[in-house]
């Protein structure tokens, strides 16, 4: 999830840890915990590409991480934080550090938990960003902050902002569960036979649903509102791998598929050769557009295979929030 959301949470769970014996510090405390886990994308001032985008969500997401770096801030912390004790100090940290890569579970990145197991959950039932989750729990942590420590108000304020949150992620895995059974019904009225699917909502809500579903040489992409009333509509991308030809061999390749769980289409223009990874979906609303979130310029040197970042394109952005808001009032 964004920063303020992760701050939010990380300072609420502070409070609920320590907030009794330490008010405010525990909310402060809290909100840098929520901050740390998240400092891994600067490892993309001092790596290459692929793998930053392997160090993202890796380590510093994982149950090892909250464990040891959990220890390690309790004990920095309580050598002039003398109201708590390292035990108390410890349970701080650890909570605010593990319910960071929990939260982060649900969106379509994902969290390398078990690290060093190579193995990502991510539930993509909610958007990076997401207002009707991370307002209302803003407001009960803003509105905490301002009551008396350890009073019985301030203590069913946060408790109160934790449990909205906690529902709504509830509800989100809910709508998630009713539009996959939107998509598959779709699909099988339409005779579409596929080898896997993927549903995530748009950005910003939960209102508007996109399906992936891999056929056998494309992957199809439809989307799905709540307040739609014509039937769903599937758009084909060809997968084209084999433009990669000998590019399917190099490293980098290889662990671009990996990272992309073979949801990855490539796509061919001005004599270049990019890996466009759709898990994350489209720069637009209209499911039939060629421009993904996240495209990869595989560019060939003499020093080997160079992994070029596409960069996002501001109009795209603009563009798309505001063709978003129309799209989820329906079809």
Known sequence: MDSLTQIVLGAAVGEATLGKTMGNKAMLYGAIAGTIPDLDVLSSNFVDTVTALEIHRGFTHSIVFSVVFGGFFAWLTSLYEKRATFKQWYWLWFMCFITHPFLDAHTTWGTQLFW?????????????????????????????????????????????????????????????????????????????????????????????????????????????SFFDSKPIQFYRHPKNHAALGDLRNENKVQRLIAISNGWYAISEKNDATYFNDLRFGLLSVDPQTDKCAFSYQLQQTSEGLNVIEEPKNRDDAKKLLADLWERVLGN
């Open 116 to 224: 060093p197991f190579d193995l990502r959950l991510a539930y993509k039932n909610i958007f990076v960003i997401d207002p009707l989750y991370t307002l209302p729990f803003l407001v009960c942590v803003i509105w905490t902050a301002f009551l008396k420590r350890g009073s019985e108000k301030r203590r069913k304020i946060n408790n109160a902002g934790l449990l909205i949150s906690s529902s709504y992620m509830v509800i989100t895995l809910i709508l998630k569960g009713i539009t996959y059974h939107k998509f598959t019904n779709a699909l099988d009225e339409q005779n579409i036979a596929y080898k896997a699917i993927e549903t995530k909502p748009s950005p910003f809500n939960t209102i508007l649903w996109t399906a992936n579903v891999e056929v056998d040489d494309a992957f199809l992409i439809g989307d799905y």
